[in-house]
């Protein structure tokens, strides 16, 4: 078995950022055939390195802006890095952004079969755990209803109790679930733990500090796209937290 299921090696991500307005999609095609459209450079990560070891449970820290969400999506494989490689050994379940997989227009009933095939799950699987699906997620009044008319919340709970329906390798958790109530956010962190007993790799994002505390046993800190600190959850939280408090003064 491979030490670390998770290695970020010295990542970079770049975005080009549109130096000037341009107002609709014709100009932005002339201005780009003309080479006049310009770009300004920012770096979302500067060579961030991390490693996570199978069952271990990071929490990723810092203030709005600072690369946490560009790093799980990195992480997820949904952007590509500009410098610097990432292997992860095992699949991958990510809850980054709320209603991703989700079509408004489909029922909350279709959206969990097309949620499954998204995450790589036959349809035979997906009836076999459609109620379990439903129970977690409290929605079995509205299992017809189009889900571009859920709330937020209902949305986030459909989307856990899919993407953790199983014990996937890694699961990925950004801010999603503070649009939750008090009570499921309680149900999720009690799965959440349930998982890592079982072996499930957890990267998780809030700026609840305390949450990240009671959940994870590492933590990475990360501000401007770049490293500050990581190791032990309550060493780096806590230095993390007294900065803020020096600010505040």
């Known amino acids: ?33 003309k080479k006049q459209l310009m770009f300004q450079e920012f770096l979302a990560l500067q060579d961030v390195s991390l490693k996570v070891k199978r069952g271990e449970a990071w929490g ?22 500009y410098k610097g490689t990432i292997t992860v050994f095992g699949e991958i379940a990510p809850l980054i952004e709320l209603g991703a ?28 755990h459609f109620d379990e699906i439903v129970d977690f997620a409290e929605i079995k009044d509205f299992l017809d209803s189009p889900i571009k008319n859920f709330s937020s919340g209902m949305k986030a709970r459909l989307g856990f109790a899919v993407a953790t329906m199983v014990n996937p390798d890694v699961l990925i958790v950004d801010e999603v679930l503070s649009v939750g109530d008090f ?31 009671s959940i994870c046993d590492h933590a990475v800190w990360l501000n401007k796209g770049q490293v500050v600190e990581s190791g032990a ?3 780096v939280c806590n230095n993390y937290m007294n900065l803020q408090k020096e600010r505040r003064k």
């Open 1 to 33: 078995m491979e030490e670390y299921i998770i290695e970020v090696d010295h990542v970079t991500i770049r975005f080009n950022l549109a130096s000037e307005k341009v107002d609709n999609l014709k100009e932005y095609a002339i201005k780009m055939v």
């Open 233 to 235: 959850v309550e060493t």
């Open 60 to 81: 990723l820290i810092g203030v709005n802006g600072s690369g946490k969400s560009t790093l799980l999506k990195a992480i997820s494989g949904i952007l590509q890095p």
């Open 101 to 128: 997989g989700f079509d408004g227009n489909l029922t909350a009933r279709e959206n969990i079969f097309l949620n499954g095939t998204v995450l790589g799950h036959s349809r035979k699987f997906m009836q076999e």
């Open 183 to 213: 009570l499921f956010q309680k149900k999720c962190q009690s799965r959440m733990e349930e998982m890592l007993k079982n072996g499930t790799t957890l990267l998780y994002v809030s700026h609840n500090i305390n949450s990240v505390q």
